[in-house]
């Protein structure tokens, strides 16, 4: 079988506060190609906030909505790509990405508590967040792991840091 025609030259994951959408921000400037989050995708399909989705619909019918966002942009975007945190839970999506420049931006607690705050409106936090957060890493660093093909760490890094230590662990050219 063989690669995927049109992809997506970097597909960042991981959990909230990693650094996705301002290093996917960084690494599209440097790489000379556009940003896909597929988060605002789901925003501007269901026409509703995430938070919404998850009070409104559950998080079943949010996973079902996030699972066809990334195959959409897998299969037509060729910029850099960004995935929702629990994106890597469907079975199908993590087959999806296997081909793909995938990187796992890995965030400590501490520094995911002192990017995004844990008290922005994150459906699966509520309750105690940090308690939430290192459930949910718990859970998905496996998964994160199995679709990566480069692991960078980004405590203590600007967004332009770390997309620097991408193009360096994919080994790829600045534009």
Known sequence: MSGPTVAP??????????GKSSVGAALAARLGVTLRDTDADIVATAGQPIADLFVDHGEAH?????????????????????????AILSERTRELLGGHAVVFLDVSLHDAVKRV??????????????????????????????VA????????LTPDQVADAVL???QLEKA
């Open 9 to 18: 030259v970097v597909v960042l994951v991981g959990p909230p506060g990693s």
């Open 62 to 86: 949010f996973r079902e909505l996030e699972a066809e966002a990334v195959r959409t942009a897998l299969a037509g975007h060729t910029g850099v790509l960004a995935l929702g945190g629990g």
């Open 117 to 146: 705050g844990l008290d922005a409106p994150r459906p699966l936090l509520i309750g105690n967040p940090r308690a939430r957060w290192r459930e949910l890493m718990e859970q998905r660093r496996p998964l994160y792991t199995e």
């Open 149 to 156: 093909r480069a692991v960078v760490a980004t405590d203590g």
């Open 168 to 170: 360096d662990a994919l």
